[in-house]
């Protein structure tokens, strides 16, 4: 038996999401078992299932040093009020030309 | 017999075996043998139950009544047991998970071809009706191969050959002629008796198990209930039956 990952998308601009996952033999009981298990309702308009095996997978170690970099969580407000000030100090020079 | 008693015994044992196959595999919620399965399972009893309705309406058209759902409940659960025109294929009663998925395996085989038989049926009512069965039978069809054929070459495969001896012994029920199948096929209902299939169900059955097994065809025109039918319409009314006259 293998695991196996299921992402519905509705027709239009949503993307794919993950619905569920499902234990199967094989890919193709995989694909009759999420039809039933997911998308008995018509929850989405297509499926992807994806056996987990062919996932690139990687965890906290691969990840947790990005935690720690605030820098990359600024949210423009400094660069804004830069540009502000640049663009108030054009237009005082301006006005003394006149 | 005039044609159209012919086409009511036509339509009710194309009804009745969708009704109690639909009933059969309903049973299985909650036991099938893993979650996905109890889910897939009893989603195709009730696409089956469906068809059933679908086909009753069309009895109840003959028969010149509304089709209401009380209507469609006295054609399903109403009748004594020499009206229904059932077969022992579907009547058998079974807790073996190997008998339950031949049988739908087999079942949905032979559905699939008696829906074909009547896909450009001279009755537009019953041609339409094909027309909807005929896509959830893709399904149905997808679902019981992907099993059977992943299980038949596991060990397994001695559970699936026990249950097969067992269905294909009901199996001839199922193929038996209905009364009035000469007239039906003259008149377009249906393009050829579903006893010209045998040999079509046989390969497709050699093919998945490579074997040599037979299909016979039974008589008998479907007068008769098994012995399993009374045990299953007791099951079927165990609500209806604690008050016949409540108001749902």
């Known amino acids: 038996m293998a ?35 997911y998308i008995r309702r018509a929850e989405g308009n297509r499926v992807w299932v994806v056996n987990r095996e062919h996932l690139l997978m990687a965890g906290d170690d691969f990840i947790s040093p990005n935690a720690d970099k605030p820098h990359r969580h600024h949210d423009g407000a400094a660069v804004a009020a830069r540009r502000k000030a640049a663009r108030e100090a054009d237009s005082s020079e301006a006005g003394n030309d006149e | 017999m005039s044609n159209e008693a012919a086409l009511r015994e036509f339509l009710l044992a194309f009804a009745d075996d969708e009704h109690l196959i639909g009933q059969q595999h309903t049973e299985w919620i909650g036991v099938a043998p893993f979650l996905e399965e109890d889910l897939a399972f009893s989603s195709i009893g009730q696409d089956e139950l469906g068809h059933a309705v679908l ?27 020499e009206e229904y025109r059932s077969s022992a294929f579907t009547e058998f009663g079974t807790t073996d998970w190997a008998e339950a998925l031949v049988r739908h395996w087999i079942y949905d085989m032979v559905e699939d071809l008696r829906w074909q038989l009547v896909a450009e049926s001279s009755h537009a ?36 050959e026990r249950a097969l001896d067992t269905v294909l012994a009901l199996l001839p029920s199922l193929l038996a002629p209905v009364a009035g199948i000469e007239e039906m096929v003259a008149a377009g209902v249906t393009a050829a008796p579903l006893s010209s299939k045998s040999s079509d169900i046989a390969s497709q059955i050699n093919a998945a198990f490579d074997g040599e097994y037979e299909v016979q065809v039974g008589s008998g025109a479907r007068q008769e209930r098994s012995s399993a039918f009374g045990p299953l319409m007791a099951r079927m009314r165990e609500v209806l039956d604690l008050d016949p006259d409540a108001v749902w």
């Open chain 1, 3 to 37: 695991t196996y990952e299921v992402f519905l998308k509705k027709d239009g601009k949503d993307e794919y999401r993950h619905a569920g996952a499902l234990d199967a033999a094989n890919d193709e009981l995989a694909l009759v078992m999420a039809r039933e298990t």
């Open chain 2, 125 to 160: 009512g019953l041609a339409s009706v094909a027309v909807r069965a005929q896509r959830e039978e893709a399904y149905h069809r997808r679902h019981a191969e992907a099993l059977i054929g992943s299980l038949v070459t596991t060990p397994g495969r001695v559970e699936l």
């Open chain 2, 55 to 81: 086909l009753y309406e069309l009895v109840c058209e003959i028969d010149g009544v509304e089709p209401t759902d009380a209507a469609i409940d006295a054609l399903a659960y109403g009748r004594s047991a």
